[in-house]
């Protein structure tokens, strides 16, 4: 049993802290044993940026909400303890109230607005503070001005990018002049470039504002410089360590660690490339010429020709739309090229046969869930082989293998619905695995995991790859492309601006800017080492 | 203009000549009030006659459809008049053409009013309207609201999950069971994520200070004005002359009953 760690704040403070939780345990259903938030204390300060870290389905995002007051009463689930704001316990607030004193800006930017214009959805927030019609003009415009959102106020929300989106609900939030801002993983949808610059608003507005800021968060990195304090949870629920960043980082490194939490790429040492060589790749795979693809008129990709080669490990980089996507469903021959040819070891996919081009090429989608067709992990993973009329014999052993492989072993008769993130992750791997495929495509396959999920991941497609297979990850994980990948696509505006090492694409800084893509911390940090070297000299 | 005519006074001034017509069983009152109908729409609206005519076009058909099974099929109230002709078993009566031609020109008479409607009104402050002028729960409204933008991404979602199961080689799934068990794979993950979905939204509107109470103010603020009286006036009141007009012709017949 670890200890439980002394509390880092002390219980009596002349001023109340801006929120402080006390015993805090909630659960989606009746009481258990093991609640998914288990009695939590800590204490968020006024003007304070602090960091809620914790490997996936540890209960961040829940924790938020029961801040607010929203859980229990939402979703009728079971709490115990209390929650303090400067020092009232936020029971005894009147509905709506607390809610206008914390802002949230959530992850997904589909999900999260109610109006179809920018102008509506924040003049929504300002009904709902019965702001006297008359002012309201003016705050929108203020709040539009700050967030740099004056040119879209008229837009339909769902045509603007990700980063715009998220940009809006902020905006949205900042109306309401809230006394802490909790961010639930808002740039995790976003192009680097993208999310950076939310983060910079965030931190200028901060800065501004003096609000205090709840961050909850995989990716550390760019904003290390502007925490103060680190909370971390393991996948009990249960807090871990909770005091200012550098001590929690330089104390508990092992325990964050080896809960699966990313650390900060400060702190790891091995983020040197790994391989090092490139090798000659000879055998072509898959390769594409002259390829165009319309929807409705508007030109999605013009002109593009590459190769793919056996046993490479190829990314697809690029702005969100810039139609990465849908490169990979035209290379998976699920959808058809205008112009152009798809070649597919020495034949147009034209010519395969359905089934056989499934058995040899393999599509994880981003969203797991949609490929998961029975009711049962078994059924799940002998799908494919029962359609090829596969002997039962040797299907079983297959499976056997494969639930062995990807640690599903206990989960056999478990509905796929029912596993967590980083197990539906591995069975949408696995499902595509019944014959060793010739290419693997990956649409996003990293994108919301925590630290042990990629890394399981990570394994897996090297394990495939040393067999041979091409390995296609449409990212924008620039550090996962620094560290393993061979070959780098750029997609800019439906144009392929680049292919090459990514070595080379790094030293191309006007075009990284253009496709908005950023260089990975590891070249960054050189690059930053390299000045300072020059300045010296 | 049409477009600026509150949407709740439109709403009603549309049902009323809808609801009534549905009565009348002769062709002068229809046909008089549609004319009116098309020609009040493009005087006072700026909707492309082009676009008008790619909507209403199928609906004629339709309407056509209507026209003829009614008039095979009519009932013995109202098959009365001359045999114009007869085939296999069926007699096609004067009466029964009348009936035909009257039921297609009502339908047309809903899909101009229709269209008249949905053609000019912003969604958005429809709603708005609702919940100002009768008072619907800003819970409802503001809900209807929500579920109007998931439309396209579920649309987006149905796309991904067909592709996804295509890889998994579902497609070849054979047979009407087969065909069923399909549709209900489908039928999952777009419920579960709907619903997930469903509630992050309420969640997020919640957590904006939504409370769904009667009790805040307004940006749009959506009244109702002397224009939107003579809008009223002029659809429903025209409506009534023209029953008024059949009615001194000789022509009105309101379920078979000649006046």
């Given at each position: 049993?670890?200890?439980r760690?002394p509390n880092?704040?002390p219980?009596v403070q002349?001023q109340?802290?801006l929120?402080?939780?006390?015993?805090?345990?909630?659960?989606y259903e009746?009481?258990?044993?093991?609640?998914?938030?288990?009695?939590?204390?800590?204490?968020?300060e006024?003007?304070e940026?602090?960091?809620?870290t914790?490997?996936s389905?540890?209960?961040k995002?829940t924790?938020?909400?029961?801040l607010?007051?929203?859980?229990?009463?939402?979703?009728?689930g079971?709490?115990?303890?209390t929650?303090?704001?400067?020092?009232?316990?936020?029971s005894?607030f009147?509905?709506?109230?607390l809610n206008?004193?914390?802002g949230i800006?959530f992850q997904?930017p589909e999900?999260?607005?109610?109006m179809?214009?920018?102008?509506?959805?924040?003049?929504?927030t300002?009904e709902?503070?019965?702001?006297?019609?008359?002012?309201?003009a003016?705050?929108m415009?203020a709040?539009l001005?700050?967030?740099?959102?004056?040119?879209v106020?008229?837009r339909a929300?769902?045509?603007l990018?990700?980063g715009?989106?998220?940009?809006?609900?902020?905006a949205?939030v900042l109306?309401?002049?809230p006394?802490?801002?909790?961010?639930?993983?808002?740039?995790a949808?976003l192009?680097?470039?993208?999310?950076l610059?939310?983060?910079?608003?965030?931190?200028?507005?901060?800065?501004?504002?003096k609000?205090?800021?709840?961050v909850?968060?995989?990716?550390?990195d760019?904003?290390?410089?502007?925490?103060?304090?680190?909370?971390?949870?393991?996948?009990?629920?249960?807090?871990i360590?909770?005091?200012?960043?550098?001590?929690?980082?330089?104390?508990?490194k092992?325990t964050?660690?080896?809960?699966?939490?990313?650390?900060p790429?400060?702190?790891?040492?091995?983020t040197?490339k790994l391989?090092?060589?490139t090798?000659?790749?000879?055998?072509?795979?898959?390769?594409i010429s002259?390829?165009?693809f319309?929807?409705?008129?508007?030109?999605?990709?013009?002109?593009l020709s590459?190769?793919?080669?056996?046993?490479?490990?190829?990314?697809?980089?690029?702005?969100n739309?810039?139609?990465?996507?849908?490169l990979?469903?035209?290379?998976a021959g699920?959808?058809s090229p205008h112009?152009?040819?798809v070649?597919?070891?020495?034949?147009?996919?034209?010519?395969w046969?359905?089934e056989?081009?499934?058995?040899?090429m393999?599509?994880?989608f981003?969203?797991?869930?949609?490929?998961?067709?029975t009711?049962t992990?078994?059924?799940?993973?002998?799908?494919g082989?029962k359609?090829?009329?596969?002997p039962?014999e040797?299907?079983?052993?297959k499976v056997?293998?494969l639930l062995?492989?990807?640690?599903?072993?206990g989960?056999r008769?478990?509905n796929?619905?029912s596993?967590?993130g980083?197990q539906?992750?591995r069975?949408?791997?696995?499902?595509?695995l019944d014959?060793?495929?010739?290419v693997?495509?990956?649409d996003?396959?990293?994108?919301?995991?925590?630290?042990?999920?990629?890394d399981e991941?990570m394994?897996i497609?090297?394990?495939?790859?040393?067999?041979?297979t091409?390995i296609?990850?449409?990212?924008h994980d620039?550090?996962?492309?620094?560290?393993?990948?061979?070959?780098?696509?750029?997609?800019?505006?439906?144009?392929?601006?680049?292919s090459?090492t990514?070595?080379?694409?790094?030293?191309?800084?006007?075009?990284?800017?253009q496709a908005?893509?950023?260089l990975?911390y590891?070249?960054?940090?050189?690059?930053?080492e390299?000045?300072?070297?020059d300045?010296?000299? | 203009?049409?477009s600026?005519?509150?949407?709740?006074?439109?709403?009603?001034?549309?049902?009323i000549p809808?609801?009534?017509?549905s009565?009348?069983f002769?062709?002068?009152?229809?046909?008089?009030?549609?004319i009116?109908?098309v020609?009040?729409?493009f005087?006072f609206?700026?909707i492309?006659?082009k676009?008008?005519?790619?909507v209403?076009?199928?609906f004629?058909?339709?309407?056509?459809?209507?026209?003829?099974m009614t008039?095979?099929?009519?009932?013995?109230?109202?098959?009365?008049?001359r045999v114009l002709?007869e085939?296999?078993w069926?007699?096609?009566?004067?009466?029964?053409?009348?009936?035909g031609i009257?039921?297609a020109l009502?339908s047309?008479?809903?899909?101009a009013?229709s269209?008249m409607?949905?053609?000019?009104t912003?969604s958005?402050?429809f709603?708005?309207s609702?919940?100002?002028?009768?008072k619907?729960?800003?819970?409802?409204?503001?809900?209807?609201?929500?579920?109007?933008?998931?439309?396209?991404t579920f649309k987006?979602?149905f796309?991904?999950?067909?592709q996804?199961?295509?890889i998994?080689?579902?497609?070849?799934?054979?047979?009407?069971?087969?065909?069923?068990?399909?549709?209900?794979?489908?039928?999952i993950?777009l419920m579960?994520?709907?619903?997930?979905?469903?509630e992050?939204?309420?969640i997020?509107?919640?957590?904006?200070?939504?409370?769904?109470?009667?009790?805040?103010?307004?940006?749009?603020h959506?009244?109702?004005?002397?224009?939107?009286?003579?809008?009223?006036?002029s659809?429903?009141?025209?409506?009534?002359?023209?029953?008024?007009t059949?009615?001194?012709?000789?022509y009105?017949?309101?379920f078979?009953?000649q006046?």
């Amino acid at each position: 049993m670890k200890k439980r760690l002394p509390n880092q704040i002390p219980p009596v403070q002349k001023q109340p802290a801006l929120i402080r939780t006390e015993n805090l345990s909630f659960d989606y259903e009746k009481k258990q044993s093991e609640p998914l938030i288990n009695d939590v204390s800590f204490s968020l300060e006024e003007g304070e940026v602090t960091l809620l870290t914790g490997a996936s389905g540890s209960g961040k995002s829940t924790i938020s909400l029961c801040l607010n007051g929203l859980y229990p009463e939402a979703v009728e689930g079971y709490a115990e303890g209390t929650v303090y704001f400067r020092g009232e316990d936020i029971s005894r607030f009147e509905k709506g109230v607390l809610n206008q004193k914390i802002g949230i800006v959530f992850q997904d930017p589909e999900s999260q607005f109610c109006m179809v214009t920018v102008e509506n959805e924040l003049a929504f927030t300002m009904e709902n503070l019965k702001v006297p019609r008359k002012d309201m003009a003016e705050r929108m415009d203020a709040v539009l001005e700050v967030t740099g959102l004056t040119e879209v106020k008229y837009r339909a929300i769902h045509e603007l990018s990700g980063g715009q989106k998220q940009k809006v609900a902020l905006a949205s939030v900042l109306l309401m002049e809230p006394e802490l801002l909790i961010l639930d993983e808002p740039t995790a949808n976003l192009d680097p470039v993208s999310s950076l610059e939310f983060i910079q608003l965030v931190a200028k507005l901060q800065q501004e504002r003096k609000m205090a800021v709840l961050v909850i968060e995989h990716q550390l990195d760019d904003w290390m410089a502007y925490i103060h304090r680190v909370l971390a949870l393991n996948k009990h629920g249960k807090l871990i360590a909770d005091g200012p960043r550098d001590k929690v980082f330089a104390e508990y490194k092992e325990t964050l660690t080896a809960e699966g939490i990313h650390l900060p790429k400060v702190m790891e040492e091995n983020t040197q490339k790994l391989g090092g060589q490139t090798p000659q790749f000879l055998e072509p795979s898959l390769s594409i010429s002259n390829l165009s693809f319309k929807r409705k008129e508007r030109t999605i990709l013009q002109d593009l020709s590459m190769t793919l080669h056996k046993g490479e490990f190829v990314a697809v980089a690029g702005e969100n739309g810039a139609g990465k996507s849908t490169l990979l469903q035209l290379m998976a021959g699920i959808l058809s090229p205008h112009k152009g040819t798809v070649t597919f070891q020495d034949a147009p996919l034209k010519k395969w046969r359905e089934e056989e081009l499934r058995k040899h090429m393999g599509f994880v989608f981003q969203n797991p869930e949609h490929q998961f067709i029975t009711d049962t992990v078994y059924d799940e993973l002998s799908f494919g082989m029962k359609l090829n009329g596969t002997p039962e014999e040797e299907m079983k052993e297959k499976v056997t293998e494969l639930l062995g492989h990807f640690q599903l072993e206990g989960h056999r008769l478990n509905n796929p619905f029912s596993l967590s993130g980083g197990q539906k992750r591995r069975l949408s791997v696995a499902t595509m695995l019944d014959e060793t495929p010739d290419v693997l495509l990956f649409d996003e396959p990293t994108f919301g995991q925590d630290a042990k999920t990629t890394d399981e991941l990570m394994s897996i497609v090297l394990d495939l790859k040393a067999k041979g297979t091409t390995i296609v990850f449409v990212t924008h994980d620039m550090d996962l492309i620094d560290q393993y990948c061979e070959t780098v696509f750029v997609l800019d505006k439906g144009n392929l601006a680049f292919s090459g090492t990514p070595e080379q694409l790094w030293d191309k800084e006007s075009l990284l800017k253009q496709a908005r893509l950023r260089l990975p911390y590891r070249v960054r940090q050189q690059k930053e080492e390299g000045d300072v070297y020059d300045l010296v000299r | 203009m049409i477009s600026s005519v509150n949407p709740a006074v439109k709403m009603v001034a549309i049902i009323i000549p809808g609801v009534l017509l549905s009565f009348s069983f002769d062709i002068f009152t229809p046909l008089t009030y549609l004319i009116f109908i098309v020609a009040f729409t493009f005087l006072f609206s700026s909707i492309p006659v082009k676009k008008w005519l790619l909507v209403f076009t199928p609906f004629v058909f339709l309407a056509l459809g209507f026209a003829w099974m009614t008039t095979l099929y009519t009932s013995d109230s109202f098959s009365g008049g001359r045999v114009l002709f007869e085939f296999w078993w069926f007699e096609i009566t004067t009466g029964g053409v009348m009936v035909g031609i009257s039921l297609a020109l009502r339908s047309l008479c809903f899909v101009a009013l229709s269209l008249m409607f949905i053609l000019t009104t912003d969604s958005t402050k429809f709603m708005l309207s609702l919940m100002q002028q009768f008072k619907l729960p800003p819970k409802l409204t503001y809900g209807i609201l929500a579920g109007y933008r998931f439309l396209p991404t579920f649309k987006h979602e149905f796309e991904v999950l067909r592709q996804a199961h295509r890889i998994r080689g579902v497609g070849r799934a054979k047979g009407v069971k087969g065909r069923l068990r399909q549709f209900r794979r489908y039928a999952i993950p777009l419920m579960a994520n709907a619903i997930r979905k469903a509630e992050r939204v309420a969640i997020a509107m919640e957590s904006k200070g939504f409370t769904g109470s009667h009790d805040r103010t307004h940006y749009h603020h959506m009244s109702v004005g002397k224009k939107d009286w003579v809008f009223f006036a002029s659809i429903v009141g025209t409506f009534f002359l023209v029953v008024f007009t059949s009615y001194q012709l000789g022509y009105l017949n309101i379920f078979g009953r000649q006046f």
